[in-house]
């Protein structure tokens, strides 16, 4: 039986909710700078301009340090732009206060990362109940929701295994039942399948395209590899913190 829980938060993350078929992310004029020093400011993006629908599944794609990952973790809400303005479901975040990106992080955003950020010290299990923790979810609900989800990713007989006794595929299965914990709109992966075989790379993308055709989840792949990119709805070009070029993919999914 589903868990179903409600997460109590600040006015403006109740403000951030789903709408079918609007624009779940719209960056405009987005630029970011750090400093070199005390004098010297690096100009990494340059005016960015984004729009992805809810329920799209987009590539971005470009060389290292095009930009793709300082993009990525201002949609993420991990970074502030240096100026524009970013709409996440129609709401201003750039105004938003730092505790209110971080609860709207926890609710409305997975994370998948080429690394899997998983905690080594813990089970598959209590790494996936990490996220309904911070958005308070009681110990019950949060047990019964993560094995849900580690059933979804077939990872239920390596649950109480930790991350050093799992392959890596089974790592990122786990990182990916993480992301989906506290339900979010959008999947932001960063290299998923980068550190993969293959044919394990291959499960992880047909994981990644379920989730958007059956769940309605929005995606956001950060990738090198043209082959993947060639299967999403849309394919953003970045080059020296320029999106230079924007085309449609193949839409494929793997699995059917």
């Known amino acids: 039986m589903a868990v179903i829980w409600a997460v109590q938060a600040v006015d403006l993350a109740d403000r951030v909710v789903c709408n079918m078929e609007e624009t779940m992310i719209q960056l405009k004029g987005i630029r970011k700078s750090f400093y070199e020093g005390t004098a010297n400011e690096l100009e990494i993006l340059h005016g ?18 095009s930009g793709k990952t300082t993009l990525m973790n201002i949609i993420g809400l991990l970074d502030r732009p240096s100026q524009g303005e970013y709409l996440l479901d129609g709401v201003d975040v750039c105004a938003a206060k730092d505790q209110e990106l971080s609860h709207i992080r926890n609710r409305k955003i997975g994370f998948v990362f080429q690394t899997y950020n998983l905690i080594s010290r813990t089970s598959a299990l209590k790494n996936v109940e990490l996220p309904m923790l911070y958005a308070g979810i009681s110990r019950a609900q949060r047990r019964e929701r993560a094995k849900e989800l580690l059933d979804m990713v077939e990872m239920t007989e390596r649950m109480q295994h930790k991350p050093d006794e799992l392959s890596g595929g ?4 786990v990182a990916i039942a993480r992301a989906m914990a506290n339900d979010p709109a959008i999947l932001l992966a960063d ?18 395209h379920k989730l958007n055709r059956e769940q309605g989840k929005t995606i956001v792949l950060i990738t090198h590899a043209g ?8 394919i953003i070009t970045i080059k020296d913190g320029n999106i230079t070029g924007e085309k449609a993919g193949g839409g494929i999914y793997a699995g059917v």
């Open 227 to 234: 082959e993947l990119a060639a299967e999403t709805d849309r």
């Open 170 to 173: 089974q790592k990122q299965r």
């Open 48 to 65: 960015l301009d984004l729009t992805v629908r809810q329920g799209e599944f987009i590539s971005i794609v470009g060389a290292s340090g």
């Open 191 to 208: 290299e998923p399948t980068g550190a993969l075989d293959s044919v394990t790379g291959r499960k992880i993308m047909d994981l990644f």
